[in-house]
């Protein structure tokens, strides 16, 4: 597939060009015909004989940067000075930080704030840690936490170059749903360490989101935290995806006039995303599915399910005809196709054996499972994981707000009834009027998402087990502590003093209002 220049490819080339008439459109036409596509162009000094001139434009990738640089270099009278990579640039230093809500000026708020004062807090949690949500971050805090051995399609790349993108995690938490997430980036892929450590930090944390961690090792991580914690642990590549692809099905079969109890639904792909869609159309009510890996369809008579509880599952849940073959052949009369699986398996030939209105949902990164515009001739709707066409499956549609919920909530778990409810919440933010074959999923800068994902998830949530004070740890409250004058309830109890949503409402949770960095941009092209 052709990809286009792309502003994640934006570079910033400063230059000295003669001062002549037609000298700076020179510089246009020149990255046009290398193929880039020039975003901004600032005259930034000019003398009679030189103009020095920065010129930001998008490439396809580093190549394409790099021949792009050698079209201006090649140009009569143009030198070229610096280049700049304008992800990069962002990227410096980090882009998040801690801050303080407090105010630290004086002595008295210092002693408040921390020592002695906080102590007569630190003793009130130690006798009532139900109220350790009440008066720490905990209530809006998540862990990100990752072992780097599955970091968006870049593979096992470690925990070092694992952070930038946990990082960016972190700040999309900040900005969707206000919620305070930190990266922890850990330098173990033994499962064991793992679930230890996740354990270990816990208690300063109202969930985990789990991130980038290789199948099968995510499912095996997941399933013992969330038997170990009280608090509820998400591993976003398997359930985030399974709420926005469900969400988005939900929509394509209301523009298409189908139900989900009824289509066939052929899928390739039994890895981390894979499993998890399954596991929620299952859920949902889906009945007729075919799942292929890399070895073909996944059926009862596979000799290789021994080996793999998660393909066992599989094959014990769909696939009754009991189907053995290729995905080719699993795609005939399928009404619906979800890859999540590898670039490039199918052909526009492959969609048109399926049945009229089809749904395609090719969302292996960067690279489709069939090329959009070739399943387009063939399917009525099309949904890729990229942002340069419609209908893109993205997981930010869905983790700020179920986490959102979640902490409101004050969750102990989560369930696949919450996901259930996060994916038709979803779908619902896409109204009759605005339905259509290119719009079933909402944009992630739509207003309306996080808050109405949240409000379904706080909701399912409150049904599963009604909200209350719970500690965060397995560890039983400690005796009551001596001295009265510390702990006593007329200095710790009371709503003056501790309680009461002025004191700790909705300034904590609810969303930012994602303004300007005050911090301001870390460094410039100078
Ligand atoms: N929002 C999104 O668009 C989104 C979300 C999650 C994953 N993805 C993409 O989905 C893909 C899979 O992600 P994952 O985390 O589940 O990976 P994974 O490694 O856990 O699983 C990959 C699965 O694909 C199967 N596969 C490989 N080649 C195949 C082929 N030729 N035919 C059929 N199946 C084949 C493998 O056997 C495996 O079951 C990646 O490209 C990822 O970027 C996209």
Known sequence: MAMAPSISYSMTVRLEVGSRG?????????????????????????????????????????????????????????????????????????????????????????????????????????????????????????????????????????????LPVMEGKAALFKRFAGI????????????????????????????????????????????????????PVFHDDQHGTAIVVMAALTNALRVVGKELGSVRIAMAGAGAAGTAVLRLLIAAGAKDVCVCDDKGSVHRGRTDLEANENLRWIADSTNSPCYAGDLAGAIVDADVFIGVSAPGILRGRDVAAMKSDAIVFALANPEPEVDPDEAREHAAVIATGRSDYPNQINNVLAFPGVFRGL?????????????????????????????GPNYIIPSVFHPDVAS?????????????????????????????????????????????????????????????PGGPDPSGPYETVN
């Open 180 to 231: 305070d997430a930190w990266p922890i980036c850990l330098d173990t892929q033994d499962t064991d360490e793992i679930v230890r450590t996740v354990q270990a930090i816990a208690p300063g944390f109202g969930g985990i989101n789990l991130e980038d961690i290789s199948a099968p090792r995510c499912f095996e991580v997941e399933r013992r935290l969330r038997g170990l914690l009280d608090i």
């Open 407 to 435: 902490l409101d909530a004050q969750s102990r778990t989560i369930t696949d009834g919450m996901l259930v409810a996060a994916a038709r919440a979803l779908a619902d933010v896409v109204t009759a009027d605005e339905l």
């Open 452 to 512: 109405a994902v949240a409000a379904a998830v706080r909701e399912a949530a409150s049904g599963a087990h009604p909200a209350g004070p719970q500690p965060s740890s397995s560890r039983s409250p400690r005796p009551h502590a001596p001295g009265p004058d510390l702990t006593g309830p007329d200095l710790t109890g009371g709503p003056d003093l501790t309680g009461g949503p002025d004191l700790t409402g909705p300034d904590l949770t609810s969303p930012d």
């Open 22 to 162: 037609r000298a700076v459109s020179e510089i246009t036409r020149a990255v046009e015909h290398a193929g880039g596509v020039v975003t901004a162009l600032d005259v930034n000094a000019a003398g009679h004989e030189r103009l020095r001139v920065d010129v930001t434009c998008a490439a396809r990738d580093t190549a394409h940067a790099e021949a792009i640089v050698a079209e201006l270099t090649a140009m009569p009278d143009v030198a070229v000075h610096k280049v700049s990579d304008r992800t990069f640039l962002l990227h410096l230093g980090g882009k998040i930080e801690m801050r303080s809500k407090v105010p630290l000026r004086t002595r008295d708020e210092l002693s408040m704030a921390y020592t002695p004062g906080v102590a007569r807090v630190s003793m009130a949690i130690a006798n009532h840690p139900e109220d350790v949500r009440r008066l720490t971050i905990k209530r809006n805090s998540v862990a990100v936490v990752t072992d780097g051995s599955a970091v968006l399609g870049l593979g096992n790349i470690g925990p070092y170059a694992a």
